[in-house]
């Protein structure tokens, strides 16, 4: 039977460089999780979220799917959302995609993917909504990256409509959320200039942010 026992290797090596670092780490661990950052990001493996921003195990509650949507339907992404903001209290959420992603470029396609086909028509629906600029776009793959950006502020935009966050705004609870695209290429984040602190800033911060990313394609 394959155990995968170099893993178990791994892992030991791990936790026993952890603790020379710092002896005391696992048992403040253990005590609780009192994380500032809720991480929505893509299931990709080349993108850990805690690695890529400098941070340790405790300080990042990450949900990860294809493409980093945020689905009303979604009852694990939603109940991520609650738990983080409702219990955690977390203070930023953080929607992160990244450059290259296979969803992405698996929407813009017209081949069946049979089950995953469904879960694709939230990011076909971006590309429909955008298609006027979109469309513009001559050099795959500039569609690809602009659809990559536009899929991130809109399920940004997302997170802010949903009734966790907006019933977490109108009790006055401090909770900033934000759109970010990695790059697989050279391991640098990009803040697609959409950080939104309250209701009243959705509609022009997201109108704002997909101008931009259409405005930098069009003005080369």
Request: hydrophobic residues 40%; aromatic residues 6%; contains cysteine.
């Amino acid at each position: 039977m394959r155990v995968l026992s170099h893993l178990f290797e791994n892992n030991k090596r791990w936790a026993s460089s952890i603790r020379e670092k710092d002896p005391t780490f696992f048992e403040r661990l253990s005590g609780q999780q009192n994380p500032e950052y809720l991480w929505i990001g893509c299931s990709d493996s080349r993108v850990p979220a805690n690695q890529i921003v400098g941070l340790l195990p405790g300080d990042i509650f990450v949900h990860r799917n294809v493409a980093n949507l945020v689905v009303n339907g979604d009852h694990n992404c939603q109940s991520v959302l609650q738990y983080g903001v409702e219990v955690l209290k977390v203070r930023h959420v953080i929607v992160c995609g990244h450059y290259g992603c296979g969803g992405v470029l698996a929407a813009l396609g017209q081949s069946s993917l049979g089950d995953l086909d469904a879960w694709l028509l939230h990011i076909k629906e971006v590309h429909s909504t955008h298609r006027r600029h979109l469309d513009g776009l001559q050099i795959p793959a500039e569609l690809h990256d602009a659809l990559c950006e536009l899929n991130i502020i809109e399920q940004a935009r997302n997170v802010c409509e949903t009734r966790i966050v907006q019933n977490a705004w109108a009790r006055e609870q401090i909770i900033d959320v934000h759109a970010w695209i990695y790059s697989i290429r050279d391991g640098i984040l990009k803040d697609l200039n959409f950080t939104v602190t309250s209701p009243a800033e959705v509609q022009p911060m997201y109108a704002n942010a997909t101008d931009s990313v259409m405005k930098k394609r069009t003005h080369r």
